[in-house]
């Protein structure tokens, strides 16, 4: 795929680089959200955060969002006839937002052909552990975290990649690991894990917007 080609806008006889427009999608708590919307809002992420998306109504995520001023739309594949019809109507509100990337923040449902075919090579996905361990159906959350506990891992991280067709199967972009602990719970280990995840995503997604990381 060509390399996405940067936008530019004339300001006062000057051509200037316009700002990547990033849609967001979370089906929780929403701390990678925040801190994609205030790295944006501090100019360390030169983009603009369009809008969330989330999955089910109630949810933290859309309290920040009400905090941060960002759009949010509820779009819970439970209230679509079925996952196609769901994918269409999340495909059409990626569009009818104009972005140009599309993150994963914590969102649980699968996304399917109709947003993976608009927006190839720009779905970003963040994991909380090193895939391919430790991925796919159920892998959430503190499952994952448990997981790697139950399994004496000696250490975990975080991982970024481009999203397909299954559960946190595409193409790796940034791997972050941290250690284990040998007093580590699920619950301590998530929290030192969230803390790095999100000062990380910012950075992640500046990168790729100014074409320092690549995914064609």
């Known amino acids: 795929m060509p390399r996405k080609t940067l936008k ?12 990547a427009k990033i849609a967001v999608l979370a089906s929780g708590d929403g701390s990678n959200f925040e801190s994609i919307v ?6 360390h992420l030169p983009a603009e955060i369009v809008g969330l998306v989330v999955s089910r109504d109630g949810v933290e995520a859309v309290r920040r969002a009400g ?9 819970n594949p439970k209230n679509f006839a079925d996952r196609g019809a769901w994918d269409v109507a999340l495909r059409d509100q990626l569009v009818a937002w104009n972005a140009d990337w599309v ?8 996304i399917g052909p ?3 075919k608009k927006f ?3 779905l970003i996905n963040s994991h909380p552990a090193l895939l391919p361990k430790f991925g796919g159906p159920g892998m959430y959350g503190h499952n994952v975290h448990q997981a790697v506990i139950a399994a004496g891992e000696v250490e975990t991280g975080v991982t970024f990649h481009l999203v397909d067709e ?21 619950e301590s280990l998530a929290t030192r894990l969230k803390a790095r995840e999100n000062e990380l995503y910012p950075r992640v997604l500046a990168d790729l917007v100014t074409g320092r990381i690549t995914t064609g």
């Open 103 to 110: 993150a994963l923040a914590g969102f649980l449902a699968l």
């Open 166 to 186: 299954v559960y946190d199967h595409g193409r790796v972009l940034v791997q972050e690991k941290i250690p284990v602990l040998a007093n580590d719970t699920a």
């Open 120 to 122: 190839s090579h720009r």
């Open 8 to 19: 530019t806008e004339r300001v006062a006889g000057k051509v200037h680089p316009m700002k």
């Open 67 to 75: 905090r941060l001023k960002i759009p949010v739309v509820v779009l």
């Open 114 to 116: 109709a947003v993976l």
């Open 38 to 43: 205030q790295a944006a809002h501090l100019g």
